[in-house]
T-cell receptor, first 115, second 111 residues
Framework: DAGVTQSPTHLIKTRGQQVTLRCSPK?????VSWYQQALGQGPQFIFQ???????QRGNFPDRFSGHQFPNYSSELNVNALLLGDSALYLC??????????????FGDGTRLSIL | GQQLNQSPQSMFIQEGEDVSMNCTSS?????WLWYKQDPGEGPVLLIA?????ELTSNGRLTAQFGITRKDSFLNISASIPSDVGIYFC???????????FGSGTRLSIRP
């Protein structure tokens, strides 16, 4: 049973470019959340998708957008990249069970470096 | 916004010793979570706590949900080399709300 998978594992971009990161949730999970983890810090919540809609959003600018597909997989898009966007981007999946969101399982992340 | 204060920031202990770390918040959480993150990997859930006062164990790990709902601690007994890593506490307000993470405790062990 595959866990949460993310691609690519590493990515190098330059300032001003756009990037798309991908996430496949754990089998049986329907909710996907994205986090940004800067070096030496804890993950910071970006947004959460459920039923193909953004349900919650953290304090991130509109340059960060996402999408969830009918098969529950998700993409994170970042436009107009800044040096400060360099970080590990983590995807976490979970499932709703009778209205309760079960604990989130994390993928190993995409390491994004901005030059 | 909500912040979690996690302490200590780092620990350097002898193999076999017990470890204790804690997390405090200025806000109430309804769920407390403890994760471990190894280099190059994502966080792995160790223990989830859902009720104030709850004490839960997972092998050598024990965690408690503070009565005030503003704090939690994690204990590791008889530490071993594979316990090395970064431990994060995390809080969650509602049943489907975002997770707020602490800044982590880096655990290093002398063999």
């Amino acid at each position: 049973d595959a866990g949460v998978t993310q691609s690519p594992t590493h990515l190098i971009k330059t300032r001003g470019q756009q990037v798309t990161l991908r996430c496949s949730p754990k089998s049986g999970h329907d909710t996907v959340s994205w986090y940004q983890q800067a070096l030496g810090q804890g993950p910071q919540f970006i947004f959460q998708y459920y039923e193909e809609e953004e349900r919650q959003r953290g304090n991130f600018p509109d340059r960060f957008s996402g999408h969830q597909f009918p098969n529950y997989s998700s993409e994170l898009n970042v436009n107009a990249l800044l040096l400060g966007d360099s970080a590990l981007y983590l995807c976490a999946s979970s499932r709703r069970d009778r209205g309760l969101l079960q604990p989130q399982h994390f993928g190993d992340g995409t390491r994004l470096s901005i030059l | 916004g909500q912040q979690l204060n996690q302490s200590p920031q780092s620990m350097f202990i002898q193999e076999g010793e017990d470890v204790s770390m804690n997390c405090t918040s200025s806000s109430i959480f309804n769920t407390w979570l403890w994760y471990k993150q190894d280099p190059g990997e994502g966080p792995v859930l160790l223990i989830a706590l859902y009720k104030a006062g709850e004490l839960t164990s997972n092998g050598r790990l024990t965690a408690q949900f503070g009565i005030t709902r503003k704090d939690s601690f994690l204990n590791i007994s008889a530490s071993i080399p594979s316990d090395v890593g970064i431990y994060f506490c995390a809080g969650q307000l509602g049943i489907a709300s975002k997770i707020i993470f602490g800044s982590g405790t880096r655990l290093s062990i002398r063999p």
